[in-house]
């Protein structure tokens, strides 16, 4: 089993900076790979960010540009630096991994708010 905490949310003003972090513990080594989700009060979860286990990554075109998934693979922890935040960013952000012959994994979340 594989154990997220989020942290690093908070409120910020819009075109400011915010980085979250994911501490990954337990099955570490059956993660195949980690991702950042948004859900935004009345809509779906959405895929935001994801790294896979040989560091490839790959991002939904809203947030092209402006933030960056990374990992520090001696701390477990997976890293989203988000800039240029809009307040549509507005959302509580979670962190999830794929885990082999587990499935899914989720944190708690995080709150992000960005006001105008």
């Known amino acids: 089993q594989v154990q997220l905490v989020e942290s690093g949310g908070g409120l910020v003003q819009a075109g400011g900076s915010l980085r979250l972090s994911c501490a990954a513990s337990g099955s570490i080594g059956r993660i195949n790979a980690i991702g950042w989700h948004r859900q935004a009060p009345g809509k779906q979860r959405e895929l935001v960010a994801a790294?896979?286990?040989?560091?490839?990554?790959n991002y939904a075109d809203f947030v092209k540009g402006r933030f960056t998934i990374s990992r520090d693979d001696a701390k477990n922890t997976v890293y989203l630096q988000m800039n240029s935040l809009k307040p549509e960013d507005t959302a509580v952000y979670y962190c999830?991994?794929?885990?082999?012959?587990?499935?899914?994994?989720w944190g708690q979340g995080t709150q992000v708010t960005v006001s105008s």
């Open positions: 999830n991994a794929a885990v082999l012959g587990y499935g899914a994994a």
């Open positions: 790294i896979r286990l040989r560091g490839s990554t």
